[in-house]
């Protein structure tokens, strides 16, 4: 089993609606959640992270942590055409003394979304 | 904003060759990751540094070799090329091993 699990792909929405994203890890001792979106041949730009349960909303994003559950998710609303890309969650699983989390970033195979008009 | 720089940003190498990239982290960064991304998957780690010191190694194979300097930048040295070693590698950076990492633009790197 891979430590991060993305939900199968391509997702295709219309203009306007919600596309919901879902990763799920193996690791209980994960601290820390990140969703990058990857255009074709470029490089992964962080959106959001989160790492307490819950829901973060930063703009047309909401991510929600469900630890319990081994669970995080992506919510982006009103969806753009600009937001078709592969959208790839990561965790970290180091925590040091200090309570933050650490260390290498853990990567799913990404979900391809495909807004179309 | 300053950010991630990687060079050069695309190599053609034949096999058995060795090539060099190389990574300048985002200023008063000091925690660099090594990542390859082959076509249509997901990026793998290779390895990184904090403080200039190897923090953690991942799948990266013993003819690859890295450090990073007192500058804080980094470089990822590549020997006896094999055509399976064509992917995208991306530097990233970060603070203190952990916060937001943020990603250079990658050298895509042909063995042909």
């Known amino acids: 089993q891979k430590e991060v699990e993305q939900n199968s792909g391509p997702l295709s929405v219309p203009e306007g609606a919600i596309a919901s994203l879902n990763c799920t890890y193996s690791?209980?001792?994960?601290?820390?959640f990140f969703w990058y979106r990857q255009y074709s041949g470029k490089s992964p730009e962080l959106i959001m992270f989160?790492?307490?349960?819950g829901d973060k909303e930063d703009g047309r994003f909401t991510a929600q942590l469900n630890k319990a559950s081994q669970y995080v998710s992506l919510l982006i609303r009103d969806s753009q055409p600009s937001d078709s890309a592969t959208y790839l969650c990561a965790l970290r699983t180091g925590l040091n003394a200090g309570g933050t989390s650490y260390g290498k970033l853990t990567f799913g195979q990404g979900t391809i979304l495909t807004v179309h008009p | 904003a300053a950010g991630v720089i990687q060079s050069p940003r695309h190599l053609i190498k034949e096999k058995r060759e060795t090539a060099t990239l190389k990574c300048y982290p985002i200023?008063?960064?000091?925690?660099v990751y090594w990542y390859q991304q082959g076509p249509g998957q997901d990026p793998q780690f290779l390895i990184s540094?904090?403080?200039?010191?190897?923090?953690d190694k991942g799948s990266i194979p013993d003819r690859f070799s890295a450090q990073q300097f007192s500058d804080y930048h980094s470089e990822l040295n590549m020997s006896s090329l094999e055509l399976g070693d064509s992917a995208l590698y991306f530097c990233?950076?970060?603070?203190?091993?952990?916060?937001?990492?943020?990603f250079g633009q990658g050298t895509r790197l042909t063995v042909v």
């Open positions: 690791d209980r001792g994960s601290q820390s």
């Open positions: 990233a950076s970060s603070v203190d091993r952990g916060g937001w990492a943020f």
């Open positions: 200023p008063r960064h000091d925690t």
């Open positions: 540094f904090y403080e200039k010191m190897q923090s």
């Open positions: 989160i790492y307490s349960n």
